[in-house]
């Protein structure tokens, strides 16, 4: 007889690929992360940032602070995507040179 393996609940991000994030509740500026978050899921990453920085510069829990801080950790520009950036540009002026300079 074959033995069926028991599936185990993984820990992390759900399947579906949606990561849910969930504001912490009972703080001073639970109404404005939860806009925070409306903004955040909307696509409105700007709202997002200017309402985590607001946040952060209030007085605010520990909870409230590192919440905030996710937010703007997500919505940062990424490193590679300036990289690529920066190498196009200088492979374009490279391209210049060597067909109009040379």
């Known amino acids: 007889m074959a033995k069926k393996k028991e599936k185990k609940e993984e820990e992390g991000p759900p399947q579906d690929g949606v990561l849910r994030i969930y504001p912490p509740r009972g ?4 109404q404005r992360l939860r806009d925070t978050v409306v903004a955040y899921t909307r696509g409105d990453f700007g709202t997002a940032r200017r309402l985590s920085r607001e946040v952060i510069g209030a007085s605010h829990t520990e909870e409230e602070g590192s919440f905030a801080a996710e937010i703007l950790r997500r919505t940062s520009i990424d490193p590679v995507a300036l990289y690529v950036a920066v190498g196009c540009f200088a492979l374009f ?8 300079w040379r």
């Open 27 to 30: 703080g001073g500026h639970e």
């Open 93 to 100: 002026w490279l391209i210049i040179y060597l067909t109009l």
